[in-house]
């Protein structure tokens, strides 16, 4: 049987610049899980979950950044409006970063499994 795992981000705490992944309703610090202290199999299913999130966080971003381009804007809030698009640049190629980064490191997980979970 195959494992869904339903996640969302909190967002970071500065004091502590822990990343919490919301699994199932349960809190888990991302740094626990990269800590080891989960099967192989609970490892690869969370980080396949963080995938198919940023996936999504990246179509949204996408999105809104091909809408911003359309818009016109008054030229009393073209500074303004200037720097809240290179925000939400940054946003997306955050997103991207993050995205490849998780790809990556399941396919690594999955070699590591020698394919037992696919």
């Not at 969302?8 to 992944?21: G, M, T």
């Not at 179509?59 to 939400?88: G, M, N, R």
Request: aromatic share 8%; proline share 3%.
């Amino acid at each position: 049987m195959k494992n869904e795992h339903k996640i969302s981000f909190a967002p970071q705490v500065k004091c502590d610049s822990i990343l919490i992944v919301h699994v199932e309703a349960r809190r888990i610090p991302l740094d626990m899980l990269m800590q080891g202290f989960m099967t192989p199999a609970e490892r690869l299913a969370i980080i396949r979950a963080v995938v198919a999130q940023l996936e999504i966080s990246v179509q949204e971003f996408s999105a809104a950044s091909v809408e911003a381009e359309q818009k016109e804007i008054p030229e009393d809030v073209v500074t303004v409006v200037a720097y809240q698009l290179k925000t939400l640049d940054l946003g997306l190629y955050y997103h991207q970063c993050m995205l490849a980064w998780f790809e990556k490191f399941a396919m690594e997980l999955e070699a590591e499994l020698g394919g037992e979970l696919t």
